[in-house]
Structures are given as structure tokens and as C-alpha cells.
């Protein structure tokens, strides 16, 4: 864990992090990391993973509009929107 | 009429149904409190003409003989379930001024039972924390102080500002939401009941999401009987969440009998950490007896996975948190930070609107999903939580419930443990294990400690089986006869 593998993972996580900050939070997330490392002490080779101890079967519904018609209460939030769209920032660079 | 937050809920219930009082007093008398003890920072935002509106509509339904099962008990909620019209921020920069245009099911459910909701209370930021200090709208500060000592301590967390609401008689109870920890711990350093339901019993539709798979809503009040009450009302199976279970919910009132006899009750001998203070001990010892005198057989168990627990959950927690929170972008809600491009604009947002802890789990979370290190660190945790699971189902074919402490300190001072997040982290030693389970849990106030502040016991049950676990944290509670007020929180006259 260095300042690289930091800035890395911040870009992969949208977050920006500033320069002077990275070298505090490497040593951080690698003080957590090697904390979590004791598990290495217990051999999981034949065990199987668990993700979710939820043990309920999906349940299927009509495949029918149950909800909606409701653009104001979607965009009400927004932190702009015009004519029903969310507006963000340009996406698609214009040929010159 | 000064006496009215000092009553239980069930004690409420029953003097409305008398007329004794109404709905419209009781829910002044609790907005009066919410104001006196403002000081605690335990509401982000209170609601008082809204909760005045909801009590004479519950002095209405009462009046026609239309009284739901909770109608007009003043409730504070945590900022973490969304309520439809009244700001909610999961305490975070980001979500200032999102106002939701839903109910969450849980929410709804104590609703449609005639609830009244004075406000939205004080967490750490999405929940992220034991102390309440990640807050963007500031620290909770506990009720409780040391004997003779003025400084403020945390209420634990995350869920602390319901738990101080709760202990102060500014609310007579509340909902939390509990992920490693974070309804029993805070319970336990304030004096009240908390009760992490069976994973599935109630729906997190609505709730705002920190790790999926480990989130459980779950109720708070100051006594085992009203924490039933308000399970009846917030539990049930909701389409809307994929992994709420489609099973009855019993009247959990029911299952305090106080009849404990030849239940057999698991000691496990990998909670005697390192460190404890002796008098947490004690107090276990003495639960023991408590339960033993009531009929009950303590068994020695063995959860050999205990040490892991933490490790795993800090690998699992974060993971689903990178994900969960990959939604808070800046363009559908809540906080929005310009830049030059869409990429700068989220990075921006996001740097900006969330504070240090939840940008830290979401870079661990990021980087234990990342190539090349998935197997290592996230296969293998959800390995560990296999293991775990098992430990805990080969125990209760001995043992009927586990009972342990709730942590493994009592409420400390605010800015104590900062100095390495590891610290703060094994608050939740004893309780993070049954979310990875996924098992139903209580914290009961048991005693006080040397230094005046409250101690909790926890009772574990087998999945579904909350009646085992209300029924021995009756019992439990009734031995106790924990009566203790907070310093400065008037005795009921």
C-alpha cells in the first residue's frame, strides 16, 4: 500500500483525494489491512463462500408496471433538471 | 401531566386507552423534552408540528375506537430511514436537504399502527462508526456522565442520537438500524433495551443502504416489553426487499413469560478478551447467575471463529459500502461540486460531501474488490463468514441462547480511541459476529458500573427465534431492577 496504490483506488472510487493527504491514508488503510491479515492464520481452501445468509428464494411477479408516473417526485431532489432530464456536465467531446 | 416521559410505552398505551391523558399531552410533554435536552445533539432535524399534527389525528382514531397498536406513542427516528416529506441526511454532507417523497416499510408500519414521530436523530455518518463522532451535523453527546465528572461522553453508535433521545425521556422509543453493532453497543452505554431482529424481519426498503447484507433495523426503548411492542409493528415481510422474509411474525409480548426453566443457556469462552476490565466480568458472572436462579442451565460453548469476526466484517462492510454508496454522484440528489467534466464533477461531490471514516471504508471497500486482490481479501472474508455461521449453528445444537456482555467497555470520553481506527473498531468485538449470522440479538441494561455508567448484557438467539431472546432479556432485566436515571434527567415526581 503506497501513495500510487491510493491514488489509484481513489480515482477508481470517483473520490479526490489531494496529494498532500495520500501518504496519511496509505498508511491508514495499510495499518487496517494488516489487522485483517490474521485471518491468514485459518485455512479456508475447502470452505465455501458466504454471501448473504439470506436463504429465500427470489419470488416471481407479473412482469407489469406496479409503479411509476410519478416525474416530479423522481426529479424533486435533483440538483438540476430541465424538462424532465437530469442535466450533468458534457459528456460527448464535439468534433472540431 | 409532568410525569408523562417517564412512562413506558406500554404503560402510555395504557393510560390513553383510559383517557387519563392524550395523545396531543403526551406528545408535548416529549417535544417539551426534545427542547430541554437540545443540548445532546440527538435530533438533526425535529419535527414537532408534524408530530402535534400526527398525535390529534391519533386523538381522533382513539376518540372513534380506531386506536392502532402503538397510536400516539411519540417515536424519534435515526436519519437513516427515509421519511416522505421530512429531511433525510444519513448524517452526511451529501444528503443535506434530500427530502425524500417516500416512507420506508418500517417507517410506514409504525405509521399505519399510529405512531407519532417527534424527529430525526443523530448518527454516525451512513452509520460508519461506534461513537457517534462521524456525524457531519456534530457529536451526540451521552445523557450519562461519570460519578462526579463532567465530561461528555460518546452514547456509542452508530445509532446514537436515538439512544440518547431514548435515555434522556425525549423520545419512549426509537428505531436504529445496526450493521456490526450499532443498536446493541449504543443501548448498552446508555441504559436502554435494543434488539437486532433475525437478518430478513424487517424490510430495509427505504432504509438508506451501508452494507447490504449486514443491515438490520431493529427497535430501542427503556424496557424488553416495549422493544416487543414496537418489533410487532416495524416486522413483516415486504416485497420490496429481496431479502425480507415471508414469514408470520408472532406477538413477541407473548413470549415473556419470564419462564426460562431448562433453557439452556451458552457461555462462550472466546469472550474472555484480553483487556476486559474486571468488572465487565463480573457483571457476566452475575447474568449467569441470574438466569441459572431462574431455572436456566448455563452450558460452556466454544465459537472457535470468534477473533475473525472483526477482520472479516472489516473487508465485508466496506466492500458492500463502495458499492452501495457508488450512488451519491451528484446527479440524482443531494450534494452537487462542479468540475470541468462529468469525472471531475462526481470526484469532486464526492470528496466534498463525504467526511474522513466514509471515504476511508470506501477506498478499503474499493480496493478489496479491485483484480488481484478479490480472492485475498474478499473471497476470503466471505470464507471467514461461512465459518462463523457454522460456529454458531454447531452451538445452539447445546444451547437454546448465548448470553456475553454487550462490549467490551462502558460509554468513554469524546475524542478518546481516536488515534487508530483499528481502537475504535473493536467496540463492536462481541456483537458483529451475529450480523455476519444474520441471528436475532438484545442488549439489556444489566448494572452500573464503578464510575456511575450503564452496562448492557447481550443475549443471542437462533435465527427467527427473537421470543428466546426477548423472553431471557426479560428475565434478565427483571433480576437486574436497573432503575438508574441519567445524571441531570429529573426523577418522575
Same mark, same amino acid.
Given at each position: 500500500?503506497?501513495?500510487?496504490?491510493?491514488?489509484?483506488?481513489?480515482?477508481?472510487?470517483?473520490?479526490?483525494?489531494?496529494?498532500?493527504?495520500?501518504?496519511?491514508?496509505?498508511?491508514?488503510?495499510?495499518g487496517?489491512?494488516?489487522?485483517?491479515?490474521?485471518?491468514?492464520?485459518?485455512?479456508?481452501?475447502?470452505?465455501?463462500?458466504?454471501?448473504?445468509?439470506?436463504?429465500?428464494?427470489?419470488?416471481?411477479?407479473?412482469?407489469a408496471?406496479?409503479?411509476?408516473?410519478?416525474?416530479?417526485?423522481?426529479?424533486?431532489?435533483?440538483?438540476?433538471?430541465?424538462q424532465?432530464?437530469?442535466?450533468?456536465?458534457?459528456?460527448?467531446?464535439?468534433?472540431? | 401531566?409532568?410525569?408523562?416521559?417517564?412512562?413506558?410505552?406500554?404503560?402510555?398505551?395504557?393510560?390513553?386507552?383510559?383517557?387519563?391523558?392524550?395523545?396531543?399531552?403526551?406528545? #408535548?410533554?416529549?417535544?417539551?423534552?426534545?427542547?430541554?435536552?437540545?443540548?445532546?445533539?440527538?435530533?438533526?432535524?425535529?419535527?414537532?408540528?408534524?408530530?402535534?399534527?400526527?398525535?390529534?389525528?391519533?386523538?381522533?382514531?382513539?376518540?372513534?375506537?380506531?386506536?392502532?397498536?402503538?397510536?400516539?406513542?411519540?417515536?424519534?427516528?435515526?436519519?437513516?430511514?427515509?421519511?416522505?416529506?421530512? #429531511?433525510?441526511?444519513?448524517?452526511?454532507?451529501?444528503?443535506?436537504?434530500?427530502?425524500?417523497?417516500?416512507?420506508s416499510?418500517?417507517?410506514?408500519?409504525?405509521?399505519?399502527?399510529?405512531?407519532?414521530?417527534?424527529?430525526?436523530?443523530n448518527?454516525?455518518?451512513?452509520?460508519?462508526?461506534?461513537?457517534?463522532?462521524?456525524?457531519?451535523?456534530?457529536?451526540?453527546?451521552?445523557?450519562?456522565?461519570?460519578?462526579?465528572?463532567?465530561?461528555?461522553?460518546?452514547?456509542?453508535?452508530?445509532?446514537?442520537?436515538s439512544?440518547?433521545?431514548?435515555?434522556?425521556?425525549?423520545?419512549?422509543?426509537?428505531?436504529?438500524?445496526?450493521?456490526?453493532?450499532?443498536?446493541?453497543?449504543?443501548a448498552?452505554?446508555?441504559?436502554?433495551?435494543?434488539?437486532?431482529?433475525?437478518?430478513?424481519?424487517?424490510?430495509?426498503?427505504?432504509?438508506?443502504?451501508?452494507?447490504?447484507?449486514?443491515?438490520?433495523?431493529?427497535?430501542?426503548?427503556?424496557?424488553?416489553?416495549?422493544?416487543?411492542?414496537?418489533?410487532?409493528?416495524?416486522?413483516?415481510?415486504?416485497p420490496?426487499?429481496?431479502?425480507?422474509?415471508?414469514?408470520?411474525v408472532?406477538?413477541?409480548?407473548?413470549?415473556?413469560?419470564?419462564?426460562?426453566?431448562?433453557?439452556?443457556?451458552?457461555?462462550?469462552?472466546?469472550?474472555?478478551?484480553?483487556?476486559?476490565?474486571?468488572?465487565?466480568?463480573?457483571?457476566?458472572?452475575?447474568?449467569?447467575?441470574?438466569l441459572?436462579?431462574?431455572?436456566?442451565?448455563?452450558?460452556?460453548?466454544?465459537?472457535?471463529?470468534?477473533?475473525?469476526?472483526?477482520?472479516?466484517?472489516?473487508?465485508?462492510?466496506?466492500?458492500?459500502?463502495?458499492?452501495?454508496?457508488?450512488?451519491?454522484?451528484g446527479?440524482?440528489?443531494?450534494?452537487?461540486?462542479?468540475?470541468?467534466?462529468?469525472?471531475?464533477?462526481?470526484?469532486?461531490?464526492?470528496?466534498?460531501?463525504?467526511?474522513?471514516?466514509?471515504?476511508?471504508?470506501?477506498?478499503?471497500?474499493?480496493?478489496?474488490?479491485?483484480?488481484?486482490?478479490?480472492?485475498?481479501?474478499?473471497?476470503?472474508?466471505?470464507?471467514?463468514?461461512?465459518?462463523?455461521?457454522?460456529?454458531?449453528?454447531?452451538?445452539?445444537?447445546?444451547?437454546?441462547?448465548?448470553?456475553?456482555p454487550?462490549?467490551?467497555?462502558?460509554?468513554?470520553a469524546?475524542?478518546?480511541?481516536?488515534?487508530d481506527?483499528?481502537?475504535?473498531?473493536?467496540?463492536?468485538?462481541?456483537?458483529?459476529?451475529s450480523?455476519?449470522?444474520?441471528?436475532?440479538?438484545?442488549?439489556?441494561?444489566?448494572?452500573?458500573?464503578?464510575?456511575?455508567?450503564?452496562l448492557?448484557?447481550?443475549?443471542?438467539?437462533?435465527?427467527?427465534?427473537?421470543?428466546?431472546?426477548?423472553?431471557?432479556?426479560?428475565?434478565?432485566?427483571?433480576?437486574?431492577?436497573?432503575?438508574?436515571?441519567?445524571?441531570?434527567?429529573?426523577?418522575?415526581?
Amino acid at each position: 500500500m503506497d501513495t500510487n496504490t491510493v491514488r489509484k483506488i481513489a480515482h477508481l472510487a470517483r473520490l479526490a483525494v489531494p496529494e498532500n493527504e495520500l501518504e496519511k491514508r496509505a498508511s491508514e488503510i495499510a495499518g487496517i489491512l494488516k489487522w485483517i491479515e490474521q485471518m491468514d492464520e485459518v485455512n479456508t481452501d475447502n470452505v465455501e463462500p458466504l454471501a448473504n445468509v439470506a436463504n429465500i428464494e427470489l419470488t416471481l411477479r407479473p412482469d407489469a408496471v406496479t409503479d411509476g408516473d410519478c416525474q416530479d417526485k423522481v426529479l424533486a431532489n435533483a440538483p438540476e433538471s430541465v424538462q424532465g432530464y437530469y442535466v450533468v456536465p458534457k459528456v460527448v467531446e464535439q468534433e472540431s | 401531566m409532568t410525569n408523562l416521559t417517564h412512562l413506558t410505552i406500554a404503560q402510555a398505551l395504557d393510560g390513553l386507552q383510559k383517557k387519563d391523558f392524550t395523545a396531543t399531552e403526551l406528545t #408535548q410533554a416529549h417535544i417539551g423534552a426534545m427542547e430541554q435536552t437540545r443540548g445532546l445533539n440527538a435530533y438533526i432535524t425535529e419535527t414537532p408540528d408534524l408530530a402535534l399534527k400526527q398525535a390529534a389525528e391519533s386523538d381522533k382514531r382513539r376518540a372513534t375506537g380506531k386506536a392502532g397498536t402503538l397510536d400516539g406513542i411519540p417515536l424519534a427516528i435515526k436519519d437513516l430511514f427515509c421519511t416522505d416529506g421530512v #429531511q433525510t441526511t444519513a448524517a452526511s454532507h451529501i444528503l443535506e436537504g434530500f427530502i425524500p417523497r417516500y416512507e420506508s416499510t418500517v417507517t410506514a408500519n409504525l405509521l399505519r399502527d399510529g405512531a407519532v414521530f417527534l424527529g430525526k436523530t443523530n448518527l454516525d455518518e451512513f452509520a460508519m462508526g461506534s461513537s457517534n463522532m462521524t456525524s457531519y451535523f456534530g457529536n451526540v453527546i451521552n445523557p450519562w456522565k461519570r460519578t462526579g465528572d463532567d465530561t461528555d461522553l460518546v452514547p456509542g453508535g452508530s445509532s446514537g442520537g436515538s439512544v440518547a433521545a431514548v435515555a434522556a425521556r425525549a423520545a419512549m422509543g426509537a428505531t436504529g438500524t445496526d450493521t456490526g453493532g450499532s443498536i446493541r453497543q449504543p443501548a448498552g452505554f446508555t441504559g436502554i433495551v435494543g434488539l437486532k431482529p433475525t437478518y430478513g424481519r424487517c424490510s430495509r426498503w427505504g432504509v438508506v443502504a451501508f452494507a447490504s447484507s449486514l443491515d438490520h433495523p431493529g427497535p430501542f426503548a427503556r424496557t424488553v416489553k416495549d422493544t416487543a411492542l414496537l418489533l410487532n409493528s416495524m416486522a413483516g415481510y415486504d416485497p420490496k426487499d429481496s431479502t425480507s422474509a415471508n414469514l408470520p411474525v408472532p406477538d413477541y409480548t407473548k413470549a415473556l413469560s419470564g419462564d426460562i426453566r431448562g433453557l439452556r443457556i451458552g457461555i462462550p469462552k472466546e469472550y474472555r478478551v484480553d483487556g476486559m476490565p474486571d468488572e465487565i466480568e463480573k457483571l457476566w458472572q452475575k447474568g449467569i447467575e441470574w438466569l441459572k436462579a431462574a431455572g436456566a442451565v448455563p452450558v460452556e460453548i466454544s465459537l472457535p471463529h470468534t477473533k475473525y469476526a472483526l477482520p472479516a466484517y472489516y473487508i465485508i462492510a466496506p466492500a458492500e459500502a463502495s458499492s452501495n454508496l457508488a450512488r451519491y454522484d451528484g446527479v440524482r440528489y443531494g450534494l452537487r461540486v462542479e468540475g470541468d467534466n462529468l469525472t471531475e464533477m462526481y470526484e469532486h461531490t464526492r470528496a466534498k460531501g463525504f467526511g474522513s471514516e466514509v471515504k476511508r471504508r470506501i477506498m478499503i471497500g474499493t480496493y478489496v474488490l479491485s483484480a488481484g486482490y478479490y480472492d485475498a481479501f474478499y473471497v476470503k472474508a466471505q470464507k471467514m463468514r461461512r465459518l462463523i455461521t457454522e460456529d454458531f449453528t454447531k452451538a445452539f445444537e447445546v444451547c437454546d441462547a448465548i448470553l456475553t456482555p454487550t462490549a467490551p467497555s462502558e460509554a468513554f470520553a469524546i475524542g478518546e480511541k481516536q488515534d487508530d481506527p483499528v481502537t475504535m473498531y473493536l467496540n463492536d468485538v462481541f456483537t458483529v459476529a451475529s450480523n455476519l449470522a444474520g441471528i436475532p440479538a438484545i442488549s439489556v441494561p444489566a448494572g452500573l458500573g464503578a464510575q456511575g455508567l450503564p452496562l448492557g448484557l447481550q443475549i443471542m438467539g437462533r435465527m427467527w427465534d427473537e421470543e428466546t431472546v426477548l423472553r431471557v432479556g426479560a428475565v434478565l432485566e427483571n433480576a437486574a431492577g436497573f432503575s438508574a436515571l441519567p445524571q441531570g434527567i429529573a426523577k418522575a415526581a
